[in-house]
């Protein structure tokens, strides 16, 4: 269906037969015509002869006959390839009546295990988690629609030694009273208020410790406070899930805890292979290729001299299960880039045990960070870290403010509605449309607007093509004749047949931007297409194959802004 697939295909024999063995024929999309092959300007060095004349000898053997209506041998070796409108109008024919729109299911369906979100219990969501939830969903999302089975895995900071702090924290004013606090999702002053005494009372210090030993001591008390710390937050996090039309649930949540008792087991094998040595008391691994500044080798340390074990253990206990129990082939943990080289050594320790050896992989979906205006890490007003809801719901009513201000007719209801979808569609796309390995500022003003790469922009261009339909009063026809004649349609054809491959290599790369930009790129086509090609006012067999072109767009449009999470609307 890949139209530069299909034109490579048919070129690459010609090439081999020329040049005596397998050749790429380079072909991209041209500026001169609708495509391009470089590859007798490669062949030509390899060959020796001039780049003309071995163009033109593949001319003679290629079979293009059905497919190009032109091919032009053009400059120092290129051959210039257009497309033939009927091969086009008939690909244009296959994807309509194609409910996934030239998008295969994958050929080897694979267990992917995709490790998002995971705030921090007791701890506000910061913009970071943000980033991870909006990323990893679009991932999970996409992957599901590719016949993947995805395992959502929100792997919930539950464990560790502030806990000892914080069980004393809720204890102090009386449980109901510090419930309640938590469940009004004021999460940070709750454990801002427990590190404050911490740090000022020495008692209260004592307690804690005794507390933290408690609860690693299963202790039925404790662990019953511990439980009602991580089920107030759990609630609160799925409220911002739920706000976020994030699709993660309460069943997703396989916290750190959860690990607990394989982490034994994994520094025993750890040992038993021979990879741990101790270092300063506590037990370690040291694998390959991980150095510090000085050269000297790093530890990843599974257990702590006092006896305790942290992220790098409950890390290793989750790759080990994920592959061992779960059977995934391929683990994605989207978290930011400084947690690169924590990643990068305990790959290499799970590799080195055996516990992530091939088909298996695991892949780092690093971001950088969400910038203020001033170029810097997004801070509140404060000076504190921004409280996600905050942003969210600023982003609600300043899109609901706009939609009032746009169009007047719409009613409370359907403002409120239009200013939900656009606020958080406007916060997740500035996210996804962006390079994720690169900082991006926040910018309102830029990402509600209506024009340029934005959510607003494609959730309008989807919601102007359904009010085609209905002034129209009709649907379009999937089998109607696809004609293509006027530049626009052609260029609009391209696009929509260019769908399969892009959501191919996203699926491998996880670069979300690249989905972004052409579903940016489908949306301005269709609106010079919709300018130069009348539509409603078309004759017979014209207006037909125009409502097709225009419902194709809509629900490449719709799927395309489904896989990003983000909502369309029928009108704005
Ligand atoms: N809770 C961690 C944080 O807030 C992120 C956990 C990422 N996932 C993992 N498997 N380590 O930074």
Same mark, same amino acid.
Request: aromatic share 6%; net charge neutral.
């Given at each position: 269906m890949d139209l530069e697939q299909l034109l490579t295909d048919r070129l690459a024999p010609a090439f081999a037969t020329v040049a005596g063995s397998p050749v790429d024929p380079v072909v991209r999309r041209s500026p001169r015509a609708d495509f391009q092959s470089d590859g007798a300007?490669?062949?030509?060095? +390899?060959?020796?002869?001039?780049?003309?004349?071995?163009? #033109?000898? %593949?001319?003679?053997?290629?079979?293009?006959?059905?497919? $190009?209506?032109?091919?032009?041998?053009?400059?120092?070796?290129?051959?210039?390839?257009?497309?033939?409108?009927? #091969?086009?109008?008939?690909?244009?024919?296959?994807?309509?009546?194609?409910?996934?729109?030239?998008?295969?299911?994958?050929?080897?369906?694979?267990?992917?295990?995709?490790?998002? &979100?995971?705030?921090? %219990?007791?701890?506000?969501?910061?913009?970071?988690?943000?980033? &991870?939830?909006v990323i990893g969903d679009a991932a999970a999302r996409l992957l599901e629609w590719l016949g993947h089975r995805v395992l959502r895995a929100n792997h919930l900071g539950d464990w560790g030694t502030p806990f000892g702090m914080l069980i004393e924290h809720l204890v102090d004013p009386g449980e109901a009273e510090a419930a309640q606090d938590l469940s009004m999702g004021d999460l940070d002053s709750f454990y801002k208020a427990a590190r404050a005494k911490f740090d000022a009372d020495e008692a209260f210090r004592e307690r804690s410790r005794r507390r933290v030993v408690a609860l690693q001591g299963g202790d039925e008390a404790t662990l019953r406070l511990w439980r009602l710390l991580v089920e107030q937050s759990e609630r609160y996090f799925l409220t911002v899930y739920d706000l976020l039309d994030v699709t993660l649930t309460e069943r997703d949540f396989h916290g750190e805890s959860s690990y607990n008792e394989l982490l034994g087991p994994v520094?025993?094998?750890?040992?038993?292979? @021979?990879?741990?040595?101790? *270092?300063?008391?506590?037990? $370690?691994? !040291?694998?390959?290729?991980?150095? @510090?500044?000085d050269g000297a080798p790093l530890p990843l340390i599974v257990r702590k001299s006092d006896g305790g074990y942290g992220y790098p253990a409950?890390?290793?206990? #989750?790759? /080990?299960?994920?592959?061992?129990?779960?059977? #995934?082939? /391929?683990?994605?943990?989207?978290v930011g880039l400084p947690q690169r080289q924590h990643f990068e050594m305990v790959y290499a320790a799970a590799a080195q045990a055996g516990w992530l050896a091939p088909p298996a992989r695991a892949e780092h979906v690093g971001f950088g960070s969400i910038l203020g205006s001033d170029g810097r890490m997004l801070r509140s007003r404060a000076g504190g870290s921004v409280k996600l809801v905050g942003l969210l719901e600023e982003a609600i009513a300043r899109a609901t403010a706009l939609a009032r201000e746009r169009n007047p007719e719409l009613g409370e209801a359907e403002a409120a509605e239009v200013g939900r979808a656009?606020?958080?569609?406007? %916060?997740?796309?500035?996210?996804?449309? &962006?390079?994720?390995?690169?900082?991006?500022?926040?910018?309102?003003?830029?990402?509600? *607007?209506?024009?340029?790469n934005t959510a607003p922009y494609l959730q309008y261009a989807y919601s102007r093509i359904r009010s085609i339909f209905r002034r129209a009063g009709v649907a379009a026809r999937p089998e109607a004749r696809v004609s293509l004649t006027e530049p626009a349609e052609r260029a609009l054809a391209f696009e929509l047949v260019g769908f399969g491959k892009v959501v191919g290599e996203v699926a491998e790369s996880l670069e979300?931007?690249?989905?972004?930009?052409?579903?940016?790129?489908?949306?301005?086509? !269709? *609106? =010079? !297409?919709?300018? /130069? $090609?009348?539509?409603?006012?078309?004759? @017979?067999?014209?207006?037909? =194959?125009?409502?097709?072109?225009?419902?194709?767009?809509?629900?490449?449009?719709? +799927?395309?802004?489904?896989?990003?999470?983000? /909502?369309?609307?029928?009108r704005m």
């Open positions: 300007l490669a062949l030509a060095r +390899q060959l020796g002869r001039a780049p003309r004349a071995i163009a #033109a000898e %593949v001319l003679q053997h290629a079979d293009l006959a059905d497919l $190009c209506s032109g091919v032009e041998l053009s400059g120092p070796g290129f051959l210039n390839l257009t497309v033939a409108d009927d #091969a086009l109008a008939a690909m244009v024919s296959a994807l309509a009546t194609d409910p996934r729109w030239g998008v295969p299911v994958a050929a080897a369906p694979e267990t992917v295990v995709v490790d998002y &979100s995971a705030p921090n %219990v007791a701890k506000e969501m910061h913009v970071g988690h943000l980033r &991870s939830t520094v025993e094998e750890l040992n038993r292979l @021979g990879l741990l040595r101790e *270092s300063e008391g506590a037990a $370690c691994v !040291f694998p390959p290729g991980s150095v @510090g500044r409950t890390d290793l206990a #989750a790759i /080990r299960h994920r592959t061992g129990t779960l059977g #995934a082939t /391929r683990l994605l943990y989207v656009v606020g958080i569609g406007a %916060v997740k796309y500035a996210d996804l449309s &962006s390079d994720r390995h690169r900082d991006y500022v926040l910018d309102w003003e830029r990402m509600l *607007s209506l024009d340029g979300f931007h690249h989905l972004a930009g052409y579903l940016y790129r489908l949306a301005a086509t !269709f *609106s =010079s !297409f919709y300018e /130069r $090609c009348p539509v409603l006012r078309a004759d @017979g067999p014209v207006r037909e =194959s125009r409502l097709l072109l225009c419902d194709l767009t809509a629900r490449v449009l719709r +799927q395309g802004l489904y896989v990003l999470g983000i /909502r369309t609307l029928e």
